[in-house]
């Protein structure tokens, strides 16, 4: 069983579209997190979460919004689209302080 | 803010060898963790070591941490071409937000 799972593994769309990108986690974690990894394959995190707070890093644009159904979700919502949100995008889970479970990352291509 | 840097930024060996990969971060922390990402996958968890721990050892790891230098270093002995990725290091910062901050990473390849 896949401990961290994301869909879909590749997404190519065009600018000014919204789009979603679920995770599901099945290791009973209380934090889940969404990564963005760039060109250079710099990691930096954008979210944090667990049921009780959500922790946006200040550099995210507002058109990326985190949903999360329940504890074992936490699905990225992307509005508007722009050029420079291409990047693979990886979800996480893991206990607080603890080691973290990656999914196996989004590639999202904008044109 | 980026946190870490990781040193060197690419690394070829023979395989057999051992690798050496250095990373500095800038602020206190509660625990380090190395990761490792082969081309087009996920990240894999490869070993944590807490703030009071000064060494650690999983198989053909070892992690080194000096905190007083604000810097860590990961050995991996009797390399092996499946050892071909890329590796990060990771601080969970004190008394910053649950989650991790990332390095730039070393792309180590191992010749057969």
């Known amino acids: 069983d896949t401990a961290v799972s994301q869909t879909p593994k590749y997404l190519v769309t065009q600018m000014g579209n919204d789009k979603s990108i679920k995770c599901e986690q099945n290791l009973g974690h209380d934090t889940m997190y969404w990564y963005k990894q760039d060109s250079k394959k710099f990691l930096k995190i954008m979210f944090s979460?667990?049921?009780?707070?959500?922790?946006i890093n200040e550099t995210v644009p507002n058109r990326f919004s985190p949903k999360s159904p329940d504890k074992a979700h936490l699905n990225l919502h992307i509005n508007s689209l722009e050029l420079g949100d291409s990047a693979v995008y990886f979800c996480a889970s893991s206990q607080v302080r603890g080691e973290a479970f990656f999914g196996q990352g989004t590639r999202l291509t904008v044109v | 803010s980026q946190q870490g840097e990781e040193d060197p930024q690419a690394l070829s060996i023979q395989e057999g060898e051992n690798a050496t990969m250095n990373c500095s971060y800038k602020?206190?922390?509660?625990?380090l963790q190395w990761y490792r990402q082969n081309s087009g996958r996920g990240l894999v968890h490869l070993i944590l070591?807490?703030?009071?721990?000064r060494e650690k050892h999983s198989g053909r790891l070892r992690v080194t941490l000096d905190t007083s230098k604000k810097s860590s270093s990961l050995l991996i002995t009797a390399s092996r071409a499946a050892d071909t990725a890329s590796y990060f290091c990771a601080t969970d910062e004190r008394g910053g937000a649950d989650g991790l901050t990332f390095g730039k990473g070393t792309h180590l390849i191992i010749q057969p």
């Open positions: 979460y667990n049921n009780k707070e959500l922790i």
């Open positions: 070591i807490r703030s009071n721990e």
């Open positions: 602020t206190s922390i509660n625990n």
